[in-house]
Antibody, heavy 117, light 107 residues
Framework: EVLLQQSGAELVRPGSSVKISCKAS????????MHWVKQRPEQGLVWIGR????????VYAEKFKSKATLTADKSSNTAYMQLSSLTSEDTATYFC??????????WGQGVMVTVSS | DIQMTQSPASLSASLGETVTIECRAS??????LAWYQQKPGNSPQLLIY???SLADGVPSRFSGSGSGTQYSLKINSLQSEDVASYFC?????????FGAGTKLELK
């Protein structure tokens, strides 16, 4: 069974950074891209980017190129997303997700990041 | 980026009713469209992919159709557990983009 277990909720200060994790199990970690998606409260879904865990290659949505950094650790089957220079606009739930196709079969439970002083 | 326009934004329907949600793409996406269901406090769950293929474990009362720029999700015989938000997503081009969502409630 494919499982994506994400780290816990974060409360962070404006201007700081946060790194959230997504531990994968139930499949070969390097076989599928890991994607990240943002969802602000009561709003829609926005694709942030994806990483190829096999070689670390990344693709980002234009608006997240300076905001998000995706990495992956093959030794622990864990993907990470670091968000920098946080503002209230970054308050959201962040999901890791993957699929065999370019749609998303499996989702983590989400990490709520709250940016507040 | 391809814009996905989803309608209606909210919908109220009775148990047993048939419900249809529409999604229009800003350009032809060649049936590279998925639908997701998201219940409050949960992550999205895949319902439909390739515009009309049912994902594993999804009840047959859900169906998808469409082509080109126009797509729809139909729910036959609405059940109480179908109360959720529904999103379409195109994956024909990068970046993948989602519709704004439809919130389905019981009347």
């Amino acid at each position: 069974e494919v499982l994506l277990q994400q780290s816990g909720a974060e409360l962070v200060r404006p201007g700081s950074s946060v790194k959230i994790s997504c531990k994968a199990s139930g499949y070969t970690f390097t076989d599928y891209y890991m994607h990240w998606v943002k969802q602000r409260p009561e709003q829609g879904l926005v694709w942030i980017g994806r990483i190829n865990p096999a070689n670390g290659n990344t693709v980002y949505a234009e608006k997240f190129k300076s905001k998000a950094t995706l990495t992956a650790d093959k030794s622990s089957n864990t993907a990470y997303m670091q968000l920098s220079s946080l503002t209230s606009e970054d308050t959201a739930t962040y999901f890791c997700t993957l699929g065999a196709g370019r749609y998303f079969d499996y989702w983590g439970q989400g990490v709520m990041v709250t940016v507040s002083s | 980026d391809i814009q996905m326009t989803q309608s209606p934004a909210s919908l109220s329907a009775s148990l047993g009713e048939t419900v249809t949600i529409e999604c229009r793409a800003s350009e032809d996406i060649y049936s590279n469209l998925a639908w997701y269901q998201q219940k409050p406090g949960n992550s999205p769950q895949l319902l439909i992919y390739d515009a009309n293929s049912l994902a594993d474990g999804v009840p047959s009362r859900f169906s998808g159709s469409g082509s080109g720029t126009q797509y729809s999700l139909k729910i036959n015989s609405l059940q109480s557990e179908d109360v959720a938000s529904y999103f379409c997503q195109q994956y024909n081009n990068y970046p993948p983009t989602f519709g704004a969502g439809t919130k389905l409630e019981l009347k």
